[in-house]
T-cell receptor
């Protein structure tokens, strides 16, 4: 089955700096890669996702890049703000028509702390 | 519309007792997931339902854990003979089943004393 590794496990940045979180996946059939943000005591919520037919996607201060050949994808947060402090999870899943399709496998999470 | 709803929000149970956790997914969502999250830890996959297909139970940690999904909607996660190590937040999520956003419930915090 799919295995998703996420690094680093913790990340401390100064407000205004950039933060980068990296994930690698094992299943070359995976084609959907969402990122979730979980604030303290709250449920995980989707912040951005990317599909395997594109290499990069941006939404304001966040961007995700995907390297299918190397089987890794990254989350980039620019101009970090204190409200970006949270745990971030990457995930991967196969196409829905494949065996075990649509099943989300999560990375171990990255705790991001933005220092004012 | 309503999001994913889980009940109870909190459950304290004595070691050895059975518990049932309920998840009401978003109407029309064919995919339903159960995850377990210990304090400060990641999302541990438990079980996955997709439409009428046989569920993927590969994440259930022991035979004390079981889950069912009735009528393609409500799901119940049952833990028999609870142990202290079962204490965690149990999160349910649902999605339309086409590799799109999964929506999480608020979770059930289970404490086994």
């Amino acid at each position: 089955g799919e295995n998703v590794e996420q690094h680093p496990s913790t990340l401390s940045v100064q407000e205004g700096d950039s933060a980068v979180i990296k994930c690698t996946y094992s299943d070359s059939a995976s084609n959907y890669f969402p990122w979730y943000k979980q604030e303290l005591g709250k449920r995980p919520q989707l912040i951005i996702d990317i599909r395997s037919n594109v290499g990069e996607k941006k939404d304001q201060r966040i961007a995700v890049t995907l390297n299918k050949t190397a089987k890794h994808f990254s989350l980039h947060i620019t101009e970090t703000q204190p409200e970006d402090s949270a745990v971030y999870f990457c995930a991967a899943s196969r196409p829905p028509w494949e065996a075990a399709g649509n099943k989300l496998t999560f990375g171990g999470g990255t705790r991001v702390l933005v220092k004012p | 519309g309503a999001g994913v709803s889980q009940s109870p929000s909190n459950k304290v149970t004595e070691k050895g007792k059975d518990v049932e956790l309920r998840c009401d997914p978003i109407s029309g969502h064919t995919a339903l997931y159960w995850y377990r999250q210990s304090l400060g830890q990641g999302l541990e996959f438990l079980i996955y339902f997709q439409g009428n297909s046989a569920p993927d139970k590969s994440g259930l940690p022991s035979d004390r854990f079981s889950a069912e999904r009735t009528g393609g909607s409500v799901s119940t996660l049952t833990i028999q003979r609870t142990q202290q190590e079962d204490s965690a937040v149990y999160l349910c999520a649902s999605s339309p089943g086409m590799n799109t956003e999964a929506f999480f419930g608020q979770g059930t915090r289970l404490t086994v004393v």
